[in-house]
T-cell receptor, first 111, second 113 residues
Framework: GQQVMQIPQYQHVQEGEDFTTYCNSS?????IQWYKQRPGGHPVFLIQ?????EVKKQKRLTFQFGEAKKNSSLHITATQTTDVGTYFC???????????FGSGTKLNVKP | DAGVTQSPTHLIKTRGQQVTLRCSPK?????VSWYQQALGQGPQFIFQ???????QRGNFPDRFSGHQFPNYSSELNVNALLLGDSALYLC????????????FGDGTRLSIL
């Protein structure tokens, strides 16, 4: 079956440092979504990537979709304490709205 | 504009019992998906409902069943509870259509003793 792998599992950074999480799928994806889950909270939608090689930016966050549509990354520039949480990618490969979530990367930012 | 609401927030059951969890989707949304999130893991897709029918299903046994009502709200039922069913159960709603953003509720924390 389809698998979405995400690395690293944990990342501890000093405030101001950059952060990147990577997502890899065993199959070609139709699109990929990214979510953020704060401790004790629920996943919150950040962005969706659809096109091969697509790059989208949201302030300090940069999202990329690989050329083969099998991998994606989220990069945060100059992390802040408000960035703390777990970041999940969720990939879809069929014609329905069924998404497979990665195991997430838990980001901790030390002030 | 209310977001996705789930009830109850917490539930404690014993092995072998049955449980029903409820979800009201965000206004304007007609598709409801249910996920199971174990501690430290990503959400695992259980199934999705649209037009009162199960449209997609993940790798979960038949003990997991659901329902969607004409007002788009949904229920998740789990029979013959096992210790391994302890998890956070998340409901996500979206508009119909491929690749729509999903809006999650706060979840129901289910503990099996």
């Amino acid at each position: 079956g389809q698998q979405v792998m995400q690395i690293p599992q944990y990342q501890h950074v000093q405030e101001g440092e950059d952060f990147t999480t990577y997502c890899n799928s065993s199959t070609t994806l139709s699109n990929i979504q990214w979510y953020k889950q704060r401790p004790g909270g629920h996943p919150v939608f950040l962005i969706q990537l659809v096109k091969s090689g697509e790059v989208k930016k949201q302030k300090r966050l940069t999202f990329q979709f690989g050329e083969a549509k099998k991998n994606s990354s989220l990069h945060i520039t100059a992390t802040q304490t408000t960035d703390v949480g777990t970041y999940f990618c969720a990939g879809r490969s069929d014609n329905f709205n069924k998404f497979y979530f990665g195991s997430g990367t838990k980001l901790n930012v030390k002030p | 504009d209310a977001g996705v609401t789930q009830s109850p927030t917490h539930l404690i059951k014993t092995r072998g019992q049955q449980v029903t969890l409820r979800c009201s989707p965000k206004s304007g949304h007609d598709t409801v998906s249910w996920y199971q999130q174990a501690l430290g893991q990503g959400p695992q897709f259980i199934f999705q409902y649209y037009e009162e029918e199960e449209r997609q299903r993940g790798n979960f046994p038949d003990r997991f069943s659901g329902h969607q009502f004409p007002n788009y709200s949904s229920e998740l039922n789990v029979n013959a509870l096992l210790l391994g069913d302890s998890a956070l159960y998340l409901c996500a709603s979206s508009r119909t259509g491929v690749g729509q953003p999903q809006h999650f509720g706060d979840g129901t924390r289910l503990s099996i003793l």
